[in-house]
């Protein structure tokens, strides 16, 4: 199997993944070894979608379990116990150009010193806040739960963040449709851990989806197992 391995610390495996029989390659992998934490695979999937991921913990941030040790990884890997698991992404078009999160999309006010003005097609009445986050169950976890205190598992999500009136979260089903309206202020549309900002002006309106595309992952767990203790980010 060849697989191209991800993450700043990635050289420090390959001498173990090559032990294992695989062959390191830059083009055409089989596989994608996400060698770091939530932020690397997220980074690995967006320069390299639709091609399976096995992500693993950095040994310097984390002590790990025995089962996911990179050892027992890579020898499961490479014996082909890891079953693929396909996780749903969001999708939305702004300035003619397609967008794709496996974790969320955020709107959110430019400056902080001043809210914005908006409404969704799920939520007619005006609001006034700081923005949305539109996630999808893999994100849940993150952004969204800090604001809502929830979790889900299908469809996808969106929480309205510090709004000045309390806003419940809106679940959506898996062929649903929402769009963002910005009545007034200006906002920027970031997704997942890409560091480039789009401006989104006042009077725009934005439509977000379940995509078709879907990200393929090994043995999440990895990144999920609360015997796992990360000890710095």
């Known amino acids: 199997m060849k697989v191209l391995l991800t993450g700043k610390n990635s050289k420090d495996i390959e001498d173990l993944v090559k032990s294992f029989g ?10 994608v070894i996400s060698y770091g ?9 967006r320069t390299y979608p639709g091609i399976p991921k096995l992500p693993i913990r950095n040994s ?15 020898k499961n890997l ?23 999160a496996l ?6 006010n430019a400056t902080p010193i001043h809210t914005i003005r908006f409404k969704t097609n799920q939520e007619e009445k005006l609001l006034i806040g ?13 952004y969204f739960k ?12 969106i929480a309205f963040n510090n709004t000045t009136e309390k806003t419940a979260p809106s679940f959506f089903k898996d062929n649903d449709k929402v769009t963002f309206k910005l009545i007034r202020g200006t906002a920027t549309l970031s997704f997942d851990n890409n560091p480039d900002l789009l401006k989104v002006d006042e009077g725009s309106q934005i439509t977000f989806k379940l ?22 980010g």
């Open 22 to 31: 695989f062959e390191i390659t830059a083009l055409n992998p089989d596989a």
């Open 37 to 45: 934490g939530d932020g690397t695979l997220l980074s690995s999937e």
């Open 60 to 74: 310097l941030v984390c002590k790990k379990c025995p089962d996911h040790k990179e050892e027992v990884l890579l």
């Open 78 to 100: 490479a014996e082909g116990r890891l079953k693929i698991k396909q996780y749903s992404k969001l999708e939305t078009t702004i300035f003619y150009q397609k967008l794709l």
């Open 103 to 108: 974790n969320d999309f955020v709107i959110r």
């Open 130 to 142: 700081d923005g949305i986050v539109l996630s999808t169950p893999f994100g849940s976890t993150g």
């Open 146 to 157: 800090s604001i809502t205190g929830k979790t889900f598992k299908s469809g996808f999500g």
């Open 211 to 232: 995509s078709e595309e879907k990200a393929k992952i090994f043995e999440l767990e990895s990144l999920r197992c609360p015997k796992c203790i990360v000890t710095r």
